[in-house]
């Protein structure tokens, strides 16, 4: 059977990211100097450890011939999917990378540019200037990339650097992100590849972009266990491979689920 490496299911529904009690500035407004000072939190930026011991060679295989391909690639699946814990898996091997896992805070523009920005350059982001208007012009938004990616390109290096940005759904809502997605897909180029984790999917504008063959979408039923996988987990577990072939019954192959059936039974 052959699968289409670009899927064309219809988008799940949007969760509703967490927004500010505060009563919101019109655009173009700022904020105070001292809620405009970015906290950078260096926890974002820690590639997550790793999760069951399974190197999933399948789906690894599957997200290098879309990071050779594309320059964005979107994983979409639900919580305990295990996109996260995939991406970090693939990361680890490159040479060059950066993380960055967003929270509903990082709504804020100049939260999350500043804290974009120190993703890329080890921690820091005061060489890159950011806006602190609550909702910056699409200019300011492509101005901020266009000195982040002048930067990346003056690293050395033998491979493209991949940026993973986890939790995207957190901005769906934000007033500046189609902009930011937009300009940031279009500026790609050989040296840098977008890597994006969501539970949900970006609105139908955004969506289309894939029908551009500038964003390549890896859905969750791809996540799944399949037989065989769940079979090794359960061997590398020291458990008979046929509890794992049970479990993968019981949870349908959804990652979390799966593992904690295992972890019940066997702990």
Same mark, same amino acid.
């Given at each position: 059977?052959?699968?289409?490496?670009?899927? @064309?299911?219809?988008?799940?529904?949007?969760?509703? =990211?967490?927004?500010?009690?505060?009563?919101?500035?019109?655009?173009?407004q700022y904020k105070s100097s001292i809620t405009s000072r970015t906290i950078i939190n260096q926890d974002k930026f820690r590639v997550?450890? /790793?999760?069951?011991?399974?190197?999933?060679?399948?789906?690894?295989?599957?997200?290098?011939?879309?990071?050779?391909?594309?320059?964005?690639?979107?994983?979409?699946?639900?919580?305990?999917?295990? !996109?996260?814990?995939?991406?970090?898996?693939? #990361?680890?091997?490159?040479?060059?990378?950066?993380?960055?896992?967003?929270?509903?805070?990082?709504?804020?523009?100049?939260?999350?540019?500043?804290?974009?920005?120190? =993703?890329?350059?080890?921690?820091?982001?005061?060489?890159?200037?950011? =806006?602190?208007?609550?909702?910056?012009?699409?200019?300011?938004?492509?101005?901020?990339?266009?000195?982040?990616?002048?930067?990346?390109?003056?690293?050395?290096?033998?491979?493209?650097? #991949?940026?993973?940005?986890?939790?995207? @759904? @957190?901005?769906?809502?934000?007033?500046?992100?189609?902009?930011?997605?937009?300009?940031?897909? #279009?500026?790609?180029?050989?040296?840098? *590849?977008?890597?994006?984790?969501?539970?949900? !999917?970006?609105? /139908?504008?955004?969506?289309?972009?894939?029908?551009?063959?500038?964003?390549?979408?890896?859905?969750?039923?791809?996540?799944?266990?399949?037989?065989?996988?769940a079979r090794v987990l359960s061997l590398l577990r020291g458990i008979p491979e046929q509890v794992g072939a049970e479990a993968r *019954?019981?949870s349908f192959g959804r990652a979390a689920r799966l593992v904690q059936y295992l972890h019940d039974f066997y702990p």
């Amino acid at each position: 059977m052959t699968m289409s490496f670009l899927l @064309h299911e219809s988008p799940a529904e949007l969760e509703a =990211s967490e927004t500010p009690a505060d009563t919101p500035l019109n655009d173009g407004q700022y904020k105070s100097s001292i809620t405009s000072r970015t906290i950078i939190n260096q926890d974002k930026f820690r590639v997550p450890a /790793a999760g069951d011991g399974l190197r999933r060679t399948r789906l690894l295989e599957l997200l290098e011939k879309s990071i050779d391909q594309y320059g964005a690639t979107l994983v979409s699946g639900r919580a305990g999917s295990g !996109k996260t814990t995939l991406a970090a898996d693939f #990361v680890r091997s490159r040479k060059t990378r950066s993380w960055y896992s967003i929270g509903p805070a990082d709504s804020d523009w100049s939260e999350f540019a500043g804290s974009f920005a120190a =993703s890329l350059f080890g921690g820091r982001s005061d060489e890159i200037n950011v =806006s602190e208007k609550l909702n910056p012009e699409r200019s300011e938004i492509s101005q901020f990339l266009g000195e982040c990616f002048t930067m990346l390109r003056l690293e050395r290096k033998d491979e493209p650097r #991949v940026c993973v940005l986890d939790n995207v @759904h @957190h901005l769906f809502d934000a007033s500046w992100f189609s902009a930011f997605f937009t300009e940031f897909v #279009v500026a790609l180029d050989g040296n840098i *590849r977008l890597l994006i984790l969501c539970r949900s !999917k970006p609105s /139908a504008p955004l969506w289309r972009m894939r029908s551009k063959q500038m964003l390549n979408v890896i859905e969750e039923n791809l996540l799944d266990f399949t037989d065989s996988e769940a079979r090794v987990l359960s061997l590398l577990r020291g458990i008979p491979e046929q509890v794992g072939a049970e479990a993968r *019954r019981r949870s349908f192959g959804r990652a979390a689920r799966l593992v904690q059936y295992l972890h019940d039974f066997y702990p």
